[in-house]
């Protein structure tokens, strides 16, 4: 469920993968109806979330694969530029005032799979506060701020141990032909898991 593979970093240590809290995969699905396709997943992550299916890192979900159903997105950390020549995001490492957070670019993606009606709904699960500021396009859907960090599995390739994370927050990106109904069973599955903004 974040899951940028053995190709994920975090605070820089090559080969980890941060997974989603069995609890906020619980309430995804329950939000849901299920996960139809978690974009930036693993083998390993998949047997946490449950997803019908899952992207790797080897399949780009982020510029390679088309979007459908309800979609979970947990995105993998490090920083893109947009390389114009190949028009795509490519990541990197080095600093440029092109750079964005990969959180930002794949909520850029998972938007526009829902406005052009890619993908049916999304949640979408961060871990980067910073986006309050890379993408303040989040605050025009229903937002959860969580009351507590969550703790995540983190998978070195070899063994699990648990990780809390920082404040974290999700928005959901909520089915257009019942906004409403599905905004408030958001509200319902979420306001005891911290303050809701709708």
């Known amino acids: 469920m974040s899951n940028e593979g053995l190709q994920r970093t975090s605070n820089r240590r090559e080969?980890?993968?941060?997974?989603?809290?069995?609890?906020?995969?619980?309430?995804?699905?329950?939000?849901?109806?299920?996960?139809?396709?978690?974009?930036?997943?693993?083998?390993?992550?998949?047997?946490?979330?449950?997803?019908?299916?899952?992207?790797?890192?080897?399949?780009?979900?982020?510029?390679?694969?088309?979007?459908?159903?309800?979609?979970?997105?947990?995105?993998?950390?490090?920083?893109?530029?947009?390389?114009?020549?190949?028009?795509?995001?490519?990541?990197?490492?080095?600093?440029?005032?092109?750079?964005t957070s990969s959180h930002a670019v794949w909520f850029r993606r998972m938007y526009h799979a829902w406005i052009s009606g890619e993908i049916e709904q999304g949640l979408y699960f961060s871990n980067c506060p910073d986006m309050i500021r890379y993408e303040p396009k989040i605050f025009s859907f229903p937002m959860c701020i969580l009351r507590t960090r969550p703790v995540l599995q983190e998978y070195d390739g070899k063994k699990f141990s648990r990780r809390q994370t920082c404040t974290s927050f999700v928005v959901y990106l909520p089915p257009t032909d019942m906004t409403a109904d599905a905004t408030q069973r958001f509200i319902d599955i979420y306001e005891e898991r911290g303050h809701i903004l709708a």
């Open 15 to 99: 080969g980890i993968e941060l997974i989603t809290s069995t609890d906020l995969v619980l309430a995804a699905n329950e939000l849901m109806g299920g996960i139809t396709l978690d974009v930036a997943s693993s083998k390993v992550a998949n047997e946490f979330v449950g997803a019908e299916n899952f992207y790797t890192p080897s399949d780009d979900g982020l510029n390679a694969q088309q979007w459908y159903g309800k979609v979970y997105l947990f995105p993998p950390a490090g920083m893109y530029f947009w390389d114009k020549k190949n028009s795509r995001w490519k990541k990197t490492r080095a600093s440029a005032v092109s750079l």
